[in-house]
């Protein structure tokens, strides 16, 4: 399964380990770690996550940290769409 990022997943990505990053470098490292902990399940387990965003968008949290990634999952290839903080209101983006 290939794993590709969206700009605006590029975009999210950016701004969480930027943000994290000037106030802990260590912290920023560990959030980098889960995410692509994360990313690696996504590409062997495309299917897994729950339901979420726009329709056939599925949803992954990024324990322990209170991000979400969505992606939707299309033939040998896992489109991951956006990144967010968890206590943010649901993505209901449809389009």
Known sequence: MTV????????DLTRILAGID???AVG??????????AMR???RFPRCGFPAGRV???GLAVAPYPYIIYWLANGDEAQILHVRH????PWADKG
């Open 4 to 11: 590709r990022y969206t700009r605006r997943a590029q975009r």
């Open 22 to 24: 000037q106030e802990n």
């Open 28 to 37: 920023a490292r560990k959030v980098k770690l889960a995410l692509e902990r």
């Open 41 to 43: 399940t996504i590409e």
């Open 56 to 58: 056939g968008a599925l």
């Open 86 to 89: 968890a206590a943010r209101r």
